[in-house]
Antibody
Framework: QVQLQESGPGLVKPSQTLSLTCTVSGGSISSGSYYWSWIRQPAGKGLEWIGRIYPSGSTNYGPSLKSRVTISGDTSKNQFSLELSSVTAADTAVYYC???????????????WGQGTMVTVSS | QSVLTQSPSVSGAPGQRVTISCTGSSSNIGAGYDVKWYQQLPGTAPKLLIYGNTNRPSGVADRFSGSKSGTSASLAISGLQGEDEADYYCQSYDSGLNAWVFGGGTKLTVL
C-alpha cells in the first residue's frame, strides 16, 4: 500500500524559503507509471496545484507560483521536495503531496494523497 | 478566482439526489480534457471520486456518478447520506495555462 508523508517546518518567516519533503513508502518515485505533485490549500479555500515532477526528474509548475517554486526528487531516499522562495502570509496553507496515476481511461488523476502539513508564514 | 467555476454550496435531505456543477471554458473542459472529482471530508485530504469524466475508482460507491457536456461537468450523488457531507472539487487540465486546475469547491450539506 503506497503512502505519502509530508514533513518540514510548520512556521516560516516572511521572505524566507519554505521547504517541504514528501516521503513515499510502498512504491518507487522512479517508476514510470506516476507523476508526483504538490498541491496546497489555504484555510477555508480551494485547492491549488503547485507543480509536478516526472520519474525522469523533469518538472512542470503552475503559472501563479512558477517564478518561486522548485520541485526536486531524491530517488535514493524515495522522496520528492518542494521549495517556495520569498514567502509571504499569502503562502500560509496546508500543503499536500500527491501521486498522479495514469488511470485505465488513459487520463491522469491524483489517486493517493499525503495527510497534508500546515505551514504558517509569520514573523 | 478559480479557472473552473463551482457553486459554493448545495444541500439535500437524506435519500435525495443532488448535483454539483463545474463550468470551464474552451481551454480546459471544452477543449476535451477530462474532468476528475474529489471528495474532501472535514480535516482530511481529498479523495478521488471520479476520473475520465464518468469513471469511478475501485471502492467508490455507485451512488456517485459524473457527466460532461460542452464546457461543463457535473457530479451527481444519489441516495444522499450523512457521511456525504463534505467539500467536492472538480479538476481538469488547462491548455492555456499548461497546468492542472481545480474548481473552487462546493460544500455539500446533508439536511
Amino acid at each position: 500500500q503506497v503512502q505519502l508523508q509530508e514533513s518540514g517546518p510548520g512556521l516560516v518567516k516572511p521572505s524566507q524559503t519554505l521547504s517541504l519533503t514528501c516521503t513515499v513508502s510502498g512504491g518507487s518515485i522512479s517508476s514510470g507509471s506516476y507523476y508526483w505533485s504538490w498541491i496546497r490549500q489555504p484555510a477555508g479555500k480551494g485547492l491549488e496545484w503547485i507543480g509536478r515532477i516526472y520519474p525522469s526528474g523533469s518538472t512542470n509548475y503552475g503559472p501563479s507560483l512558477k517564478s518561486r517554486v522548485t520541485i526536486s526528487g531524491d530517488t535514493s531516499k524515495n522522496q520528492f521536495s518542494l521549495e517556495l522562495s520569498s514567502v509571504t502570509a499569502a503562502d500560509t496553507a496546508v500543503y499536500y503531496c500527491a501521486r498522479c496515476l495514469q488511470m485505465p481511461s488513459g487520463t491522469y488523476a491524483f489517486d493517493i494523497w499525503g495527510q497534508g502539513t500546515m505551514v504558517t508564514v509569520s514573523s | 478566482q478559480s479557472v473552473l467555476t463551482q457553486s459554493p454550496s448545495v444541500s439535500g435531505a437524506p435519500g435525495q439526489r443532488v448535483t454539483i456543477s463545474c463550468t470551464g471554458s474552451s481551454s480546459n473542459i471544452g477543449a476535451g480534457y477530462d474532468v476528475k472529482w474529489y471528495q474532501q471530508l472535514p480535516g482530511t485530504a481529498p479523495k478521488l471520486l471520479i476520473y475520465g469524466n464518468t469513471n469511478r475508482p475501485s471502492g467508490v460507491a455507485d451512488r456517485f456518478s459524473g457527466s460532461k457536456s460542452g464546457t461543463s461537468a457535473s457530479l451527481a450523488i444519489s441516495g444522499l447520506q450523512g457521511e456525504d457531507e463534505a467539500d467536492y472539487y472538480c479538476q481538469s487540465y488547462d491548455s492555456g495555462l499548461n497546468a492542472w486546475v481545480f474548481g473552487g469547491g462546493t460544500k455539500l450539506t446533508v439536511l
